[in-house]
Nanobody, 118 residues
Framework: EVQLVESGGGLVQAGGSLRLSCAGS????????IGWFRQAPGKEREGVQCIESDGGIGTADSVKGRFTVTRENAKNTVYLQMNDLKPADTAVYYCAADRRCVNDARYWGQGTQVTVSS
């Protein structure tokens, strides 16, 4: 059974940082594209950043220069480093896996809450 488990969310003040983790089981993450998505209350889910299996990265304009996605293959984990957080970044963050970076990825985690206070 494939499982993706996010962790690292929490409450942080504006300007602060968090690092989210997406750990895989039953799946070798470095063979998949891993996307980070977020959904704020009352809003549609949006893609934040995605790393392809070949290392290519796509980034939403809203987080460029602030968020960085990386892999740690030895731990079968993908990270999302989030710096200079803003209240508008408040959302549930999800990681997802598929063969390519797509919005309707095949495998999803359960999400982790990120709350940024002003």
């Amino acid at each position: 059974e494939v499982q993706l488990v996010e962790s690292g969310g929490g409450l942080v003040q504006a300007g602060g940082s968090l690092r989210l983790s997406c750990a895989g089981s039953g799946i070798t993450l470095d063979k998949y594209a891993i996307g980070w998505f977020r959904q704020a209350p009352g809003k549609e889910r949006e893609g934040v950043q995605c790393i392809e299996s070949d290392g290519g990265i796509g980034t939403a304009d809203s987080v460029k220069g602030r968020f960085t996605v990386t892999r740690e293959n030895a731990k079968n984990t993908v990270y999302l480093q989030m710096n200079d957080l803003k209240p508008a970044d408040t959302a549930v963050y999800y990681c997802a896996a598929d063969r390519r970076c797509v919005n309707d990825a095949r495998y999803w985690g359960q999400g982790t809450q990120v709350t940024v206070s002003s």
